[in-house]
């Protein structure tokens, strides 16, 4: 199963875009899913995270600025990210964590799923 994200692309400082991420196959079974996100030369970093119980949880970084969503039964997806900033451009990537848990992961290594990742790049 793969995950497929879209919606990337190039906007100035203050703008806005949304990413959605489904999977190739129906037949994945997740209990969160979530966004991370790699700049050149760093490591892959938490974003937002949707549990299907309904919780989510953001990075510092984005909150107030950033909303997951998403649709349970088809494990899609959204992420709607407002007030853009340049410091948000990265490889923005979804992923699935299909393991039961008591916690909401924020570490990549918990996730079990992940898609090719969609470019988003904001100007100053």
């Known amino acids: 199963v793969q995950l497929q994200a879209s919606g990337g692309g190039k906007v100035q400082a203050g703008g806005s875009l949304r990413l959605s991420c489904a999977p190739s196959?129906?037949?994945?079974?997740?209990?969160?899913m979530g966004w991370f996100r790699q700049s050149p030369g760093k490591e892959r970093e938490f974003v937002a995270v949707?549990?299907?119980?309904?919780?989510?949880r953001y990075a510092d970084s984005v909150k107030g600025r950033f909303t997951i969503s998403g649709d349970d039964p088809r494990n899609m997806v959204w992420l709607q990210m407002n007030s853009l900033r340049p410091e948000d451009t990265a490889v923005y990537y979804c992923?699935?964590?299909?393991?039961?848990?008591?916690?909401?992961?924020?570490?990549?290594?918990?996730?079990?799923?992940w898609g090719q990742g969609t470019l988003v790049t904001v100007s100053s």
């Open positions: 196959r129906r037949t994945l079974s997740s209990y969160r």
């Open positions: 992923a699935a964590d299909t393991t039961a848990r008591l916690d909401v992961p924020t570490t990549p290594s918990a996730y079990d799923y």
């Open positions: 949707l549990n299907w119980g309904g919780a989510t």
